[in-house]
């Protein structure tokens, strides 16, 4: 069973600059979710990819856009890069209707100067 | 008032000794409890979930829920050097197929030889 894979690891890019996150999710999981974890604080829920579509989204501005691929994987874009966006990205998967499993990738280390 | 609410410690103990975390929360739609392990510059790896309110015991991990209290706890017995990381509770609503969570700033652990 392949497990939750993030890329890149790492990012640095400037304010005003776009980034593109990839999400490949575990096998045989249909549902993947987006997270954003500042240092020191606990993740806070971007939105949620299930079918292709959006399903559920957090309090974040629409400059922060994703997609998800019919084989699942996923991309997290962000859009006028901002000095407060440098944080981990986690990209989690799941399985629809089997309740709340999640199950994390490494993350993608964000840096925005 | 956060909706979820966990003391960041730090918490430190010796080798072998029992070890309790906490969180509390305000939501009373919250039904999915979720306990997630997190070393330093990795992703989250879940470790205890539980539905509703109760007890579950895996190994060393025991997970508990009163939901009238509005508090879950974990206790690890028998704390080794490897358990030092940050645990994170996670909680999510019974809200058709999004499945948001929401998650506590997380307790740093260190467990000392």
């Known amino acids: 069973e392949t497990g939750v894979t993030q890329s890149p690891t790492h990012l640095i890019k400037t304010r005003g600059q776009q980034v593109t996150l990839r999400c490949s999710s575990q096998?045989?999981?249909?549902?993947v979710s987006w997270y954003q974890q500042a240092l020191g604080q606990g993740p806070q829920f971007i939105f949620q990819?299930?079918?292709?579509?959006?399903?559920g989204r957090g309090n974040f501005p629409p400059r922060f856009s994703g997609l998800q691929f019919p084989n699942y994987s996923s991309e997290l874009n962000v859009n006028a890069l901002e000095l407060d966006d440098s944080a981990l990205y986690l990209c989690?998967?799941?399985?629809?209707?089997?309740?709340?499993?999640?199950?994390f990738g490494p993350g993608t280390r964000l840096t925005v100067t | 008032q956060k909706e979820v609410e966990q003391d960041p410690g730090p918490l430190s103990v010796p080798e072998g000794a029992i070890v309790s975390l906490n969180c509390t929360y305000s939501?009373?739609?919250?039904?999915?409890f979720m306990w997630y392990r997190q070393y330093s510059r990795k992703g989250p790896e879940l470790l205890m979930y539980?539905?509703s309110s109760g007890n579950k015991e895996d190994g060393r991990f025991t997970a508990q829920v009163d939901k009238s209290s509005k508090y879950i706890s974990l206790f690890i017995r028998d704390s080794q050097p490897s358990d030092s990381a940050t645990y994170l509770c996670?909680?999510?609503?019974?809200?058709?197929?999004?499945?948001?969570?929401?998650w506590g700033l997380g307790t740093s652990l260190a467990v000392n030889p």
């Open positions: 996670a909680m999510g609503e019974n809200a058709g197929n999004n499945r948001k969570l929401i």
């Open positions: 989690a998967s799941s399985m629809a209707g089997t309740g709340y499993e999640q199950y």
């Open positions: 990819y299930y079918r292709e579509e959006e399903n």
């Open positions: 539980t539905y």
């Open positions: 096998s045989g999981h249909n549902t």
């Open positions: 939501n009373s739609a919250f039904q999915y």
